[in-house]
């Protein structure tokens, strides 16, 4: 769902919460745009309360944030914040990964398979393989089994997402990713569980290429949208 949809559910809150948040995680509001509540509320066919109330969550969040002059901001990409949030999803995901291994199956193995196959194509564009790749991690990291695993993982990734989506944009970027994903699952296959742990660690560092990519990406009219 995005903001072109309207609004059709029961759970009118919780619904425009989710196309708030989709529209900020697909590039939809980008890093930095200026969100009016009256246009959001116009767009989703809603009135204003429901979408206040969205906005709130977004913010203590981190998606969004109110400034003094009562602007309301989609966050912005930060080379401070991206290595912060690499530092605590680089240990935390190399360890849940270590814990998960054990339950990685057949099926969990064709399905994590499945998944490289539909990001290593060349027809994957960059929001649909930061999707894939998203979907391709918790499996590998197993939310299914871990309630807060799960949810202290969704608040990582959707802070994240903003920067993977510039990551998908440089191609030397994702095939970089989509190499580093089939030699894990081969050393996965292989039981050689120390290189998987290596080649994930690995890959997860390279996120922090983007720190050097953030210093001319989003700028504007002569002005910064990053720091």
Known sequence: ?????????DSLQKTVYGAIRAAIL?????????IFLGDLAKRLHVSTMPVREALRTLEAQGMISFSSQK???????????????????????CRSFVRNLAYLGNEEMEELHALHRMMSDEN?????????NREFHMLLYGTKRSRVLKGALKWLWDNVTAYLNLYAQKAFLVQEANRAHEALLSAIEEK???RAVEILKTHLESGLELKEILHTAWRGEGEEAVT
């Not at 769902?1 to 559910?9: S, V, Y």
């Not at 401070?80 to 530092?87: G, I």
């Not at 994957?124 to 894939?132: A, F, Q, Y």
């Open 124 to 132: 994957t564009s960059g929001p649909e393989w930061v999707r894939l």
């Open 1 to 9: 769902m995005t903001l072109k949809d309207p609004i059709k559910h």
């Open 192 to 194: 050689e569980m120390e």
């Open 71 to 93: 602007k309301i901001l989609v966050a912005r990409l930060s080379a401070e914040d991206l290595e912060e949030f690499y530092w605590i999803r680089i240990p935390l995901e």
């Open 26 to 34: 697909n590039g939809e509001l980008a890093p930095g745009e200026q």
